[in-house]
């Protein structure tokens, strides 16, 4: 079964930090994902990836950065850690394709910006 | 982009009663629709899905309808268990044999089933 890897459970940063978070998949999928997820406001994309060194935005990239230097690995980077960036963040992978949509959610990592 | 809406926010029922989610889209090109359920401290997994040439589809205990004229697709679960207690997630998305398979989801229902 496919498995997506986020490296913290729980990560408490202080204001102006610089945040790395990082999702491993061991499935060889092409593309993967950075979601957000807050309640009521239910899941939204931040960036995805659909190869290496490629990205792209998603909805709500403001404040965000990411990097996929190899294919199994992407990163979330906050460049200066803000209160409002407190959130459950998620990552996910697909293979990508007609047919092969279905997305594959690591556990998140509840971040907390003091 | 799309815009997914979804309702109730929240529903509880009592173990054994069906529950019924419902989803809008905006998008008419969107295509294919999953719903995802979020156990707690978990991700969401994937539960069932339906394209928009089908209408319905079936799986045990599930079932999702779609009416591609109003916009609208629904997740049905009939006798209900404790265990299907969970954050459940409609999406939708416009395939276009790319692979960018990027998915717009709605807000999310919290299902409660009490015993």
């Known amino acids: 079964d496919v498995k997506v890897t986020q490296s913290s459970r729980y990560l408490v940063k202080r204001t102006g930090e610089k945040v790395f978070l990082e999702c491993v998949q061991d499935?060889?999928?092409?593309?993967m994902f950075w979601y957000r997820q807050d309640p009521g406001l239910g899941l939204r994309l931040i960036y995805f990836?659909?190869?290496?060194?490629?990205?792209e935005k998603g909805d709500i990239p403001e404040g965000y950065s990411v990097s996929r230097e190899k294919k199994e690995r992407f990163s979330l980077i906050l460049e200066s850690a803000s209160t409002n960036q407190t959130s459950m963040y998620l990552c996910?992978?697909?293979?990508?394709?007609?047919?092969?949509?279905?997305?594959?959610f690591g556990s998140g990592t509840q971040l907390s910006v003091l | 982009g799309e815009n997914v809406e979804q309702h109730p926010s929240t529903l509880s029922v009592q173990e054994g009663d069906s529950a019924v989610i419902k989803c809008t889209y905006s998008?008419?090109?969107?295509?294919?629709f999953p719903w995802y359920k979020q156990e707690l401290g978990k991700g969401p997994q994937l539960i069932i899905d339906?394209?928009?040439?089908?209408g319905e589809k079936k799986d045990q205990r599930i079932a999702v309808t779609l009416n591609k004229t109003a916009k609208h697709f629904s997740l049905h679960i009939t006798e209900t268990q404790p265990e299907d207690s969970a954050v459940y997630f409609c999406?939708?998305?416009?395939?276009?044999?790319?692979?960018?398979?990027?998915?717009?989801f709605g807000r999310g229902t919290q299902l409660t089933v009490w015993p």
């Open positions: 996910a992978s697909s293979l990508g394709g007609t047919g092969d949509e279905k997305l594959f």
């Open positions: 499935m060889d999928h092409e593309n």
């Open positions: 990836s659909y190869d290496v060194k490629m990205k």
């Open positions: 998008d008419s090109a969107s295509n294919y």
């Open positions: 339906i394209r928009s040439n089908v």
């Open positions: 999406a939708a998305s416009i395939d276009r044999g790319s692979t960018l398979g990027r998915l717009y």
